[in-house]
């Protein structure tokens, strides 16, 4: 049917390529485009002969858009699917611009140098897209990304009105190292070391990091600590769901990586503020991560699951309503599939859904546009195809 460009070549971009390839109908060609080409190839020659995707490579650097769209431009891609980093959104959907090339992501802007990130800055793109007559479709992950597709689908079927949402994301697997992060670091310590936030009664309300836990039990994966983090879903939901009051988001983590975290944090390594060091400038939060362990290696070692879901509570027929809609994804089997754990396999799955429902033309709308203002449906059935089945519950435990 087309071919799609992923940008990026890490563990999410490493599941969706996967899947591309196992889905050749829809991905008859796909280009790896990525900084670091050997990992590009290395992908390549053990995709190649196992799949009727014809596969192709580039290095590029993605923040310069002169160079990346002279890429798409010479690979002619029907979709980008951007699995690189945050900071590269802006220049990737200005080289689709320039390209007239749909785009995909699965986190939204962050500028490098202040860890805090928000629609806006994608948002100020939705004429020139829609002029364009081309879609970016913006958070295509797991959260954001099928939490909104969730609330797409609860809206659509169960509810006149949603009140309340509750998402959940829970992480039971262990890797069995003290301290390690399930996806990129910097950015997954950028996320949890931030203030606390969420939406109520038309406005938000800050908290200090960690400062809201709760105790879950969690299908399949039992009890829980979590806690409530600011999460960028909560933005484009609150804006795009009638009726809703309130969206939180919680998310679970064990004592040993808050303690870690927070010696971490004291020390003061999880800082974004350049240091000098022997005479170079270091930042400590990318030092960290170079010292880490890399996540793409957790996936041997993870056993568990993952339950990532959302609550509502809203009203049908003047009737109030309960409903969680949730996945559980086992490491080990993500693991056998994919050779990733179950984090990278969560977001990786949604991605090539996305870009499959721009590529086949399920999904048309030109413009900038967040994933829960499509029709859920055919989303919903292809998570169910691909790998991420969805279970419903009517009278789901509620968080206080
Ligand atoms: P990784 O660090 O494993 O991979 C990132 C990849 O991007 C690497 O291959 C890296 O290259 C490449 N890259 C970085 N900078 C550039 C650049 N300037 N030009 C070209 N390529 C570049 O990250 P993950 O796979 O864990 O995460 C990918 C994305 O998915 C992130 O944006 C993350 O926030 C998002 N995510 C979303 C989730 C969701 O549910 N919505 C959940 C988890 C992650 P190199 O190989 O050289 O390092």
């Avoid at 460009?5 to 050749?24: D, E, F, L, P, Q």
């Avoid at 200005?94 to 962050?110: F, I, Q, R, S």
């Avoid at 960690?210 to 909560?234: A, Q, S, T």
């Avoid at 030109?366 to 519950?393: R, T």
Wanted: glycine letters at 8%.
């Amino acid at each position: 049917m087309g071919k799609v460009m992923v940008i990026g070549c890490g563990g999410v971009a490493g599941v969706a390529i996967r899947k591309c390839c196992a889905n050749s109908q829809v991905f008859e060609e796909l280009c790896i485009a990525s900084r670091t080409l050997s990992k590009c190839d290395a992908l390549k020659s053990e995709l190649e002969g196992t799949t009727g995707t014809k596969i192709t490579t580039a290095q590029v650097d993605a923040g310069n858009v002169e160079e990346l769209t002279a890429l798409i431009k010479r690979e002619k891609p029907q979709v980008v699917l951007n699995l690189a980093l945050p900071y590269q959104d802006l220049a990737i959907m200005e080289a689709c611009l320039a390209a007239k090339t749909h785009y995909v992501d699965t986190a939204n802007y962050e500028p490098e140098d202040t860890a805090k990130f928000e629609y806006k800055w994608q948002w100020a793109y939705r004429e020139k897209f829609e002029k364009a007559g081309i879609t970016a479709l913006l958070g295509s992950g797991f959260d954001p990304g099928v939490t909104g597709v969730y609330s797409a689908y609860a809206l659509k079927h169960y509810f006149d009105e949603i009140n309340y949402i509750d998402i959940l994301d829970c992480n039971g697997g262990e890797h069995g190292y003290p301290f390690a992060t399930n996806f990129n670091p910097e950015i997954n310590i950028r996320e949890v070391s931030a203030k606390g936030s969420y939406w109520e009664d038309g406005q938000w309300v800050e908290t200090e990091p960690m400062e809201i836990k709760r105790v879950y039990n969690f299908p399949e994966v039992g009890e829980k600590d979590m806690y409530l983090l600011h999460h960028e879903e909560l933005e484009s939901l609150a804006l795009n769901i009638p009726g809703i009051k309130r969206i939180r988001f919680f998310m679970t983590f064990g004592q040993s990586y808050l303690t870690h975290l927070k010696c971490l944090e004291n020390v003061g390594m999880t800082s974004i503020e350049p240091i000098l060091y022997e005479g170079k400038e270091i930042v400590p939060l990318q030092f960290l991560k170079a010292v880490l362990p890399d996540p793409a290696s957790l996936g041997p070692r993870t056993k568990g699951k993952t339950n990532i879901g959302c609550i509502f509570i809203g009203k049908k027929d003047g009737k109030e309503q309960k409903l969680y809609i949730y996945n559980v994804c086992d490491h080990q089997e993500c693991y056998k599939e994919t050779g990733s754990q179950a984090v990278s396999y969560t977001t990786g799955v949604p991605a090539m859904v996305g870009a499959m429902m721009l590529m086949n033309g399920t999904w048309n709308k030109p413009g900038v546009h967040n994933i829960e203002e499509f029709d859920p449906d055919p989303f919903m059935d292809a998570l169910n195809q691909w790998g991420l089945p969805y279970q419903i519950s009517h009278d789901p435990c509620l968080v206080e």
